[in-house]
């Protein structure tokens, strides 16, 4: 298994920024597509973002395009997801996932391993 780390989350009013992170042990992460899901209070976990294995190919949930942005650091084994203009509604756990197929993926099933998880709340 390939243990992933999230880190980042916090308490932040609405309009402000954060950025995730998701630390991976194991020599294949920079060979993994890597996901971030989140799941609001009484919500099912859904799709946020995921990047392909060199970080060419992005691919976001519809309403998040133009606010998050996923990024990559293979020399790090880290995923990154930035935050802005947060909303309260962005208030959730965020959670890292890494894929062992190739090819963005935005169904749980698609992934293989998880995070525990990062609690963001975004306060009006």
């Known amino acids: 298994q390939v243990p992933l780390v999230e880190s980042g989350g916090g308490l932040v009013q609405a309009g402000g920024s954060l950025r995730l992170s998701c630390l991976a042990s194991g020599r294949t992460f920079s060979s993994s597509v890597m996901g971030w899901f989140r799941q609001a209070p009484g919500k099912e976990r859904e799709f946020v973002a995921a990047?392909?294995?060199?970080?060419?190919?992005?691919q976001y949930a519809g309403s998040l395009k133009g606010r998050f942005t996923i990024s990559r650091d293979n020399a790090k084994n880290t995923v990154y997801l930035q935050m802005n203009s947060l909303k309260p509604e962005d208030t959730a756990v965020y959670y890292c996932?890494?894929?062992?197929?190739?090819?963005?993926?935005?169904?749980?099933?698609?992934?293989?391993?998880w995070g525990q998880g990062t609690q963001v709340t975004v306060s009006s």
């Open positions: 996932a890494r894929r062992l197929n190739s090819g963005l993926a935005n169904r749980e099933d698609d992934y293989d391993y």
């Open positions: 990047i392909s294995w060199l970080g060419f190919s992005t």
